[in-house]
C-alpha cells in the first residue's frame, strides 16, 4: 500500500514545477509526465496527477502539440495515453484531449492506444 499523503505531496509539487514552466510548453509536459503515482490506491490521489497533467496539456498552442509528442520517448507517449484517457472520464478539457490524443494516435500509433488500455499499471 503506498503512503498517499507522500504522493499526494510529491503529486503538488510537481504542479508547483508545472505552473512555473507553462511559457516553455514541451518542458511543462514533459515534468508533468514524471513520477505518476502508479502505487496510490486512491483515485483521488490518480485524479490530482492527472490534473496536473492537463494543466500542461492545455497550455500547449494546438499547433506545437504534434513536436510536443515527437520529443517524448515512446514509454512517456504510453504514460500520455493513459492520462488522456483518466482525464476524459471527467474533464471540462475533453476537446483539447481529443486533439492531443488524434495527434498521439497519429505519431505512436494504435499500439500506444493498446498498451494504455490493457497495461495493468494504472494512473
Not at 100 to 113: D, N, Y
Request: glycine residues 6%; hydrophobic residues 40%; aromatic residues 4%.
Amino acid at each position: 500500500m503506498a503512503d498517499e499523503g507522500t504522493l499526494r505531496e510529491a503529486i503538488a509539487s510537481r504542479d508547483k514545477q508545472v505552473t512555473s514552466l507553462l511559457s516553455t510548453p514541451p518542458a511543462a509536459v514533459k515534468a508533468a509526465l514524471t513520477d505518476p503515482p502508479y502505487t496510490s490506491e486512491s483515485d483521488e490521489t490518480r485524479k490530482m496527477s492527472a490534473k496536473v497533467v492537463v494543466k500542461a496539456l492545455v497550455a500547449v498552442p494546438e499547433k506545437e502539440i504534434g513536436s510536443v509528442i515527437a520529443g517524448l520517448s515512446g514509454t512517456e507517449q504510453d504514460l500520455l495515453m493513459k492520462y488522456i484517457y483518466r482525464a476524459l472520464e471527467g474533464s471540462e478539457s475533453s476537446q483539447q484531449l481529443l486533439k492531443w490524443h488524434a495527434v498521439l494516435t497519429e505519431k505512436a500509433g494504435m499500439g500506444c492506444i493498446m498498451r494504455a488500455l490493457s497495461e495493468s499499471q494504472r494512473v
